[in-house]
């Protein structure tokens, strides 16, 4: 089956105010593709980016406030992107996420409203979206492409980010399920595994920089993993079969892994974040005071 021809297509693209999933938006707009960006907010650098794509004048960037927990909000999304670029999206990724450092997490256990935000965010919200982006793309009769951001995190296993890697395992194997619907109504459903990436989720939330070690972890830049996406979405010579789970730990194509279904060797490298184990002195003090 063909890739997407991402020249005159249009995207919908969550958690695009930062990081990969902005490297991404930047990467379909340079391919001629419409993007709408669906987040909380937008950092400045992703401001800028929409201001100066609607001084260029070529594909159309709008940034659209969207809370990826709210279904209302996400269903809107294809409202507002079929008012602006006058068409069901052709793309459609839901790769907002957020990690876990233990005080916000399964540790701190802070959540009071009967789920995991985490879960909503990372897992529901992804998988609630292709539902969604599968009943605008089949009435609109597209054989659209759906993209997700797994991780290396759902190959690999923590006690430390134990939701987190849940969520990750989750959404690889929805992918890898999903790559059946091809079959039916032609739309095509992928993701890529990154390993660990220089944005703002690792590098500025106070509870996980510490984990980083400069000079040991290799990080990659987010447009190598907005180039993966690319790749996926555009399936040059028919590369990547549905249901693709594409680990990228390394800047190349040819050095980005499929991942098997069964008997998944896992990845080359698996301490990403060198520091990370510091984290258990937090865990250890938070069952300490639990157990008093
Ligand atoms: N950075 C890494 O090392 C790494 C590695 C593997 C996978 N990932 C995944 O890549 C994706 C993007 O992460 P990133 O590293 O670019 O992080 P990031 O923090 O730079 O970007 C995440 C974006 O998601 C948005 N977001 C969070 N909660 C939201 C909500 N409720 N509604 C709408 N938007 C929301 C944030 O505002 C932010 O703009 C995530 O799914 C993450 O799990 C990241």
Not at 38 to 65: C, M, T, W
Not at 93 to 115: K, Q, T, V
Not at 187 to 200: H, M, N, S
Request: hydrophobic share 45%.
């Amino acid at each position: 089956m063909p890739g997407l021809n991402l020249q005159g297509a249009s995207a919908i693209v969550t958690g695009a105010g930062s990081g990969i999933n902005l490297a991404f938006a930047r990467a379909l707009f340079e391919k001629g593709c419409n993007v709408l960006i669906a987040d909380i907010g937008l950092r400045p650098e992703a401001r800028e980016f929409v201001d100066s794509a609607a001084q260029k004048g070529g594909p159309k960037v709008v940034f659209e406030p969207t809370d990826v927990t709210d279904w209302s909000q996400l269903e809107k999304t294809f409202d507002i992107a079929k008012k602006q670029f006058g068409t069901v999206p052709d793309l459609v990724c839901p790769g907002a996420g957020i990690y876990e450092p233990p005080a916000s997490g399964f540790w701190g256990d802070i959540d009071s409203a009967s789920h995991y935000k985490l879960f909503d965010i990372n897992l529901v919200h992804p998988i609630k979206m292709t539902r969604i982006a599968i009943r605008h793309m089949l009435r609109a009769k597209k054989a659209g492409t759906i993209l997700h951001i797994a991780s290396v995190a759902a190959e690999t296993v923590s006690v430390i980010t134990p939701l987190y890697q849940a969520s990750k395992h989750g959404i690889g194997s929805f992918v890898m399920g999903m790559g059946a619907i091809e079959k039916i109504c032609g739309i095509r459903v992928l993701g890529v595994a990154p390993g660990a990436i220089a944005t703002p989720l690792l590098l500025e939330d106070p509870g996980v920089a510490g984990w980083v070690d400069p000079t040991k972890d290799k990080m990659l830049d987010p447009s190598v993993i907005a180039s993966a996406l690319v790749a996926l979405a555009e399936n040059v010579n028919d590369k990547y079969p549905p249901g693709t789970l594409l680990e990228v730990m390394d800047e190349t194509e040819d050095q980005w892994r499929i991942i098997p279904v069964f008997n998944n060797p896992g990845p080359a490298r698996t301490n990403l974040v060198s520091n990370k184990d510091s984290a258990l002195v937090t865990i250890q003090k938070i069952l300490k005071e639990e157990a008093e």
